[in-house]
């Protein structure tokens, strides 16, 4: 038994990857999206257009995103237990960072028995 969803995301071709002010209210509503106690925002904006990181802490585990305008890339990592949906979560994302394309992978966390390596 899993005891968290992990959930990561590269996005290409990505908007909306310098201004870390709009990105706090989405990564709150990405968070409740998927069900999750939202207990913190943050985010730093690295200035110049240089791109920003952000957090999103939650009682069922944390949503980030770094972005790299230069590049037009957004990564985005969600780890969620409990009954939350990190799917959900990415959906708000994309639909934020609107990307041309995108890869994502979803991880099983947790899940080893005693003992294992």
Partial sequence: ???G???ICDMYG???LVDA????DVLRRAGVA???TVLQVAAHDFGERAGFTGVALLA???ISVHTWPEFGIAT???FMCG???PEKSLDVLLSYFRPERHVSRMLSRGGGMAGEA
């Fill in 34 to 36: 998927a069900g999750a």
């Fill in 14 to 16: 990505a908007s909306a």
């Fill in 83 to 85: 009954a939350a949906e």
């Fill in 21 to 24: 002010g709009p990105a706090k």
């Fill in 5 to 7: 969803k992990h959930l």
């Fill in 1 to 3: 038994m899993a005891l």
């Fill in 76 to 78: 985005v990592d969600i």
């Fill in 60 to 62: 069922e585990s944390h």
